[in-house]
């Protein structure tokens, strides 16, 4: 059996930045209180690390989060954050520090830039999705919409429309989305500001050939990332499995293919690839 990696694999250099961030603040607080407003990263065993070294993660009400610190360090996650709450934080003299993706920064700057020229923005994004709540949290005149149903519900008065979306998102699901808004409201100006980690990973599983019989997808199943990389294998018609460490490897499912393509989410480590790739050795050793 012959296995590839494809690539990008492992973090993407956000997610890397955000976990060596936190690790950073661990060394540099060590007796002081540090807590995550939310997951830092949709993946559990990264998480699952960050809480034995001592970090909070706070999975309630962002606001009702920063209410109940009263001291300490405040890491705000990756996805981004309103930033109503990081001022909050701020004025209670907590020790903020903002791991917020430079990709969602950028669409954050560019959306005020059209917010502010009195453009209706429209938002494809994942409706309970830490990214897409930051984004929409700017103004009200961001309108989300998950797929072509929302989109064809929404009827907007204002003629200048900006249209963009969450960064993990679907190539395939944005491309109808484009297309329908483009006849609905001919002057609309679209952005794309789907990460280059996201758009490669997913390109990758487009461009396989049948030389491929299976795809294995290392990653959390709360990635949004990881899922649209196991729907697009899917449309492949490729058979594909998701899993979220070595452990979950099915050995049946290995039986009889000729060539494995091991893809990773932005948000998985490199250690997790490599584990499922030593399994899948070891099994072939056996075998």
């Not at 296995?3 to 961030?21: D, E, M, S």
């Not at 065993?45 to 405040?74: P, R």
Request: proline letters at 3%; glycine letters at 4%.
């Amino acid at each position: 059996m012959k296995i590839t990696r494809a690539y990008p694999i492992g973090f993407c250099k956000g997610v890397n930045l955000a976990v060596q961030k936190v690790y950073e603040v661990i060394e540099m607080y060590p007796h002081l209180p540090i807590y995550c407003i939310g997951q830092i990263v949709h993946n559990d065993i990264v998480n699952q690390d960050f809480v034995k070294k001592g970090v909070k993660i706070l999975t309630v009400n962002k606001e009702e989060a920063i209410d109940s610190i009263s001291q300490g360090v405040v890491i705000f996650s990756a996805h981004g954050t309103n930033p109503l709450l990081i001022q909050k934080a701020k004025e209670k003299n907590l020790i903020v520090i903002d791991t917020t993706c430079f990709y969602v920064k950028k669409e954050m700057q560019v959306i005020l830039k059209y917010i502010k020229e009195q453009y209706d923005i429209i938002y494809i994004g994942k409706k309970n999705h830490p990214e897409a709540q930051a984004i929409c949290s700017l103004s009200s005149h961001i309108h989300l919409i998950e797929n072509l149903q929302d989109a064809k519900q929404l009827h907007l008065e204002n003629k200048k429309i900006f249209l963009t979306n969450q960064t993990t998102i679907s190539i395939l699901d944005l491309k109808e989305i484009f297309e329908y808004f483009k006849k609905i409201y001919p002057s609309i100006i679209f952005g794309d500001e789907l990460c280059s980690s996201t758009r490669l990973r997913q390109e990758a599983i487009l461009s396989l050939n049948k030389n491929v019989d299976g795809i294995i997808i290392v990653g959390d199943k709360h990635s949004n990332n990881c899922t649209n990389l196991y729907l697009l294998a899917q449309k492949k018609e490729i058979p594909s499995i998701m899993i979220s460490n070595e452990k979950e490897l099915d050995m049946h499912w290995l039986k009889n293919k000729q060539h494995i393509v091991l893809f990773s989410g932005a948000s998985t480590p490199l250690s997790l690839v490599q584990a499922v790739e030593n399994t899948i050795l070891e099994w072939q050793k056996e075998g």
